[in-house]
């Protein structure tokens, strides 16, 4: 079983980030953590050769932080992330965030910053792992104009939309909020097992507002099999061959 979005960088992991991986290495086949900002880039990179064949990660400008890095910082981060195309599994997340960006400039400067992770990613020929919230409409239109492939909807909870991301061949991901969301069930029953992936955005999402980790994955994997009336083995079979061809990790 694979988690193919956490966040392992985060500053909640700093008092026993070594033990939570190896915790994760007795019950997963691999995790694939996000850096989302170039403050993280040397932690992760850090945690990619400690654990060689295991953690894997995707690198982006979350687009939260469209305020906070100007055309420089974005400038060397890219360059670091293009010397160093060997070790990316991935461009994101990024896309588009209307809840945390209000200000119709700053959500403008967003949409430009993603176009600019879809060509890097375009460059490298790497997979995109997207993030919408209250924005998907717009995030499907620039993923569409720009011609992108080999997209990731993380934690997809549109359902009205779920037929674009359908007709285009996208793959989404389910993490912890399928539990408790109708709407996420909903998705995930009406979306090929095929097109799923699992995930946790861990350290988020843990019960009672605890932190949480990737080996929650197995949690997710029982809430697919159940919508999917699947045997669980066989969601564990199949969501980590897609995870692996989509991310192509070597595992």
Known sequence: MIDVH??????DYNPDRDNIIESCKQKLNAVVTCCASPNDFD?????LEKYKDFVFATFSVHPIYVKEIDKKQKDGFFDLIIKNKDKVSGIGET???????????????QKELFIEHIALARNLKKPLVIHSRESTDDVINILEQEDAKNILMHLFGKRHLLNKVKENGWFI???????QSKTHKKIIRDMSIEKILLETDSPWWGAEGKRNDPTAVLQVADRVARI???????VDKITTRNAVEFFSLKV
Request: charged share 30%; with cysteine; aromatic share 4%.
């Open 6 to 11: 956490c966040h392992l960088e985060q500053p």
């Open 43 to 47: 932690l992760t990179i850090q945690m």
């Open 95 to 109: 896309g588009l965030d209307y809840h945390h960006v209000t200000e119709e400039g700053w959500r403008k400067k």
């Open 173 to 179: 991901s389910v993490g912890p909020i399928a539990i």
């Open 228 to 234: 999917k009336k699947l045997d669980v083995k066989e």
